[in-house]
């Protein structure tokens, strides 16, 4: 029978690499905490028609990317639901905030969420089909100063805390205005005049982005369509006084922050809701799938799905890149346990649990062997997973005096098992 191997695109996490997803979910969590965000779970089964009236239909996406099927349900007389796998949150929370009318509050409402997305991307190396973000988003009705540059302002710098905290040196934060909906339309229009004579000579993604969807082709990464793109007309000329000034408060209040970031006039998010503030977070370390994460404004998302009108500003992180990059900066490497325990002989197995579950209990983390290993090999198991050895014979279990071997230093000593925790927690052994 052929082996059953996990699907295309997804993977298996393994310890000790999933230490690392947990401690970047516990410093994300700490840090939201302290910007005062609360975390939200939404479904990861949505109604498809969420994210095409939110992403946008043209977008890579919703045209291609989506896991999607007709759900019949079990009577005859269910209407069959078309259903997706969600592909990014930030729809599903603005459907949860209009769904239970959280608006109604009058106040901003700071969630962040931690979880799997799907999309039918091709895989490689940083890109998969299920993959996690971790992401937040500041929402509320326009009286609760939603629309304000300084929450654009106070997200990008949780960013910028975030990653320093996480130990991701070398991050660049690029940033860019798409306007207004009234800018974007008529920057769409400026892009489909100047994009008549030079779209033939494009590829053919662009070719029909030119017609449909002309913002797009700003996304396009055919290394012969670049020089085409550079001569095309920027959308920053397109922004009325209002975006402008948004914009202009925005990077006047990172300036103040001291928040360094540059302006990409060609970043305009492969996702249609994006208004006024665009930005990604990269980092050299990624290769070819450079971006850490991106986000932006979305001041029309709430009513496109049939809500009040809710400005708001997010952003999603790609988890894995996250992991990718601090493996690569190899900030990441695995803990050792405290100590290995290794019995010598069967019967003091029982023994050597009783202590294990002593020092666990004081909070140390300790890797129990076996009495049937011979002691060269409790010396290799230990050195592999622990920072010292303790042996335990039946002398050490009548006398209560611990053989201690530190593997930093190399030095062996008797410890009276009163001691050994406190011994044990000393980083750098006795
Ligand atoms: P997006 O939702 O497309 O704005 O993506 C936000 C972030 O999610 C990106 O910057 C990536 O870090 C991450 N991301 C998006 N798609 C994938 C994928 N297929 N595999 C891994 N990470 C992804």
């Known amino acids: 029978m052929a082996t059953l191997k996990a699907v295309r695109g997804t993977r298996d996490l393994l310890p000790p690499e999933t230490a690392l997803w947990n401690r970047i979910e516990a410093t994300a969590r700490d840090v939201f905490a302290r910007y005062n965000f609360g975390e939200i779970r939404t ?139 009234a800018d974007r339309a008529r920057y ?19 070719q029909r982005r030119a017609v449909t969807n002309p913002l797009r082709v700003l996304d396009c990464k055919v290394p012969e369509d670049q020089p085409i793109i550079d001569t095309l007309p ?51 370390g990624l290769g070819a799938q450079n971006a850490l994460l991106g986000g932006g404004r979305y001041d029309g998302l709430s009513e496109a799905i049939g809500g009040p009108k809710a400005p708001g500003i997010g952003f999603a992180m790609g988890e894995d890149r996250l ?12 803990e050792k346990a405290d100590a290995y325990i290794a019995p010598l002989g069967e019967t003091v197995n029982a023994a050597a649990l009783a202590l294990a579950r002593e020092l666990r209990r004081g909070g140390l983390t300790v890797e129990l062997g076996d009495g049937s290993f011979r002691l060269k090999k409790s ?12 042996i335990m014979g039946e002398d050490e279990v009548a006398s209560g005096i611990l053989t201690v071997k530190d593997f930093s230093t190399g030095i062996q000593t008797k410890v009276p098992r009163a001691e050994l925790a406190g011994v044990l927690k000393t980083p750098g052994g006795k």
């Open 234 to 284: 920027k959308i920053a000329d397109s922004l009325d006084d209002d975006s402008k000034s948004h914009f202009a408060a925005v990077t006047a209040a990172l300036d103040a922050a001291g928040v360094p970031y540059t302006r990409n006039h060609r970043l305009v998010r492969g996702l249609d809701y994006y208004t006024r503030t665009t930005f990604e977070f990269t980092h050299g």
């Open 188 to 206: 769409n229009e400026t892009l489909r005049q100047a994009l008549i004579p030079v779209a033939p000579k494009m590829c053919e993604d662009c």
């Open 379 to 390: 010396f290799d198991a230990a050195d592999r997973t622990a920072r010292r050895i303790i």
């Open 323 to 334: 992991v990718l990059t601090l493996q690569a900066l190899e900030a990441a490497k695995p």
């Open 43 to 181: 479904p990861i089964i949505e109604d498809t028609s969420l994210f095409s009236r939110s992403v946008g239909e043209e977008t890579d996406i919703v045209s291609k990317e989506m896991f999607t099927w007709q759900d019949r349900g079990r009577l005859r007389s269910d209407h069959a639901q078309s259903l997706t796998l969600r592909p990014e949150n930030t729809a599903g929370v603005v459907r949860a905030y209009v769904e239970h009318k959280l608006g109604d509050a009058g106040q901003l409402q700071k969630f962040y969420y931690i979880g799997p997305q799907f999309r039918r991307e091709r895989p490689m190396k940083g890109r998969y089909r299920q993959f996690s973000q971790i992401g937040a988003e500041v929402i509320g009705p326009p009286h609760a100063g939603s629309e304000s540059p300084l929450r654009d302002a106070e997200v990008l710098e949780m960013l910028a805390t975030l990653l320093d905290e996480l130990g991701i040196n070398g991050w660049t934060l690029e940033l860019n205005s798409v306007g207004s909906a």
